[in-house]
């Protein structure tokens, strides 16, 4: 029997029509739609897509943004002096820096410079405290889709035992402690599993809820997926596929082909968590107007 | 047969000492040792007793600390005004805010006023973000005197299968974070539970090391833990004891009596974490001279 394929591409449409309705409630009531402003550096090619999907779907939801493309070779002084003036001008409501960036520039770094309240992407230091603290301002975009889906398809979090796998700073850890909170989208009971794990296939079997965060295909296969468990894929690794026009195909961190026969729901890659974290960063967006309001 | 019992106060007389000469060492090279200010509010007397043993340390380890006794009435305006100040005074190298604060203050509020360069206490949402990201500047001195115990009791923590059990942000949540971060004093299969996870014996039964933070006596009973594993209790709780002058006696969150009878090692209380904790704010306290040296 096959699992349910949770429907990540329904649920982001549901979510950027709820965006598109606070934008337009905003609009009439007087107000400027938020302006959402994308800092790109260099010209990684698959950087250009991202940036150009990210600004496509502002559009559709009325959100209005706004490119700054910058020269590879920019220093760091200069990228700073560009974020201080994105800071104090009030018409930009919310910032991102596109990544990866070029190696001589420390990412964390501009990270930090950006204005919190303006940190749509949640990864300051301020927005991961709050976010720890139970408090949070702007979630990680790929952690708060996870959640989103979840919470969505009416998949029960409160009491779970829930395993993360993989534990970097923009999923696994800030997803480890959103899904372990008080409150009923969340009190699950939640391992975080990574590289340093002995037997994981004995925790993955014990548990209700499996997120796979890793970038590797195969970390969840069938045999580590206990019969009903719920298994969500945030991986997205690009295979080589000559059948494609392209020259490679999508897969996710999980044997998607084998654990659906096993698991009680399953999101495919692509078409799962994906489309949601599109769509989670114009809900941020918009509540960078909402907070003020 | 009983567990070893792992001495706090032998790991915290290590660390003052280490403190010490770390103090000793910036006299020498001409510069003024560490200035702690405790900021205390309102005349708790608990809060009176733990103030008093923190200047103590820092007296013994020549660490020099002030204190600024406010009235319970001052307002929200008139504290975050002396914040200020204290942020502002070169002379001042670290500081905390002794909790329990008076109802009408908004303590997460004061804490996020605090510099965060002197916040030793590392509550700051920067600070705890940074410790998210795996960079910490100060952790939280529970959690810190945690793994200092476990380092140096030369138990391993690397490939581990760690409960924590508790998910405060004082404890609980930073605990988890730097026990599974990837380093040679981490990188910990962590599980993070509380009042929300269910059949929490069945996962304790598995932990390698137990933590326990709850605040709740015999949260922790022998049945719940492995035949060798590790046992850490970061409970203190008052209870009532006739027997004592006082009128009570400190237990933790473990059922230490029969717990001892099954686990490989087990911290008392008092005489566990306590001790290290306070030898922790000491070694932060220092580290604000260290981080700009």
Known sequence: MNSYILDGNAVAAEIRSEVKHGVEQIVRDGLCPPHLRVIMIGSNTASQTYVRLKMQDCEEVGISSSLS??????????????????????????????????????????????????????????????????????????????RELLVRSNIDIVGKNIVVIGRSNLVGKPLALILAQKNIYGNATVTIAHTGTKNLRAITLEADIIIAATGYPNTVTADMVRSGAIVVDVGINR???????????????????????????????????????????????????????
Chains 1, 2 share one sequence.
Request: hydrophobic share 40%; net charge negative; charged share 20%.
């Open 69 to 146: 493309v910058l020269n590879d070779s920019i220093t760091m002084n200069e990228v700073m002096d560009l974020i201080d003036d994105v800071n104090n001008n009030d018409e930009i409501n919310a910032v991102i820096i596109q990544k990866p960036l070029p190696s001589h520039l420390d990412s964390e770094l501009l990270d930090f410079s950006l204005s919190p309240s303006k940190d749509v992407d949640g990864l300051h230091p301020v927005n991961l405290g709050l976010l720890l603290q139970g408090n949070p301002r702007f979630i990680p975009a790929t952690p708060l889709a996870v």
């Open 239 to 293: 295979i080589n596929d000559s059948s494609r026009k392209r020259g490679y195909r999508l897969i996710g961190d999980v044997d998607f082909e084998n654990v659906k026969t096993v698991a009680g729901a399953i999101t495919p890659v692509p078409g799962g968590v994906g489309p949601i974290t599109r769509a989670m960063l114009l809900k941020n967006t918009l509540d960078t107007i909402k907070a003020n309001y």
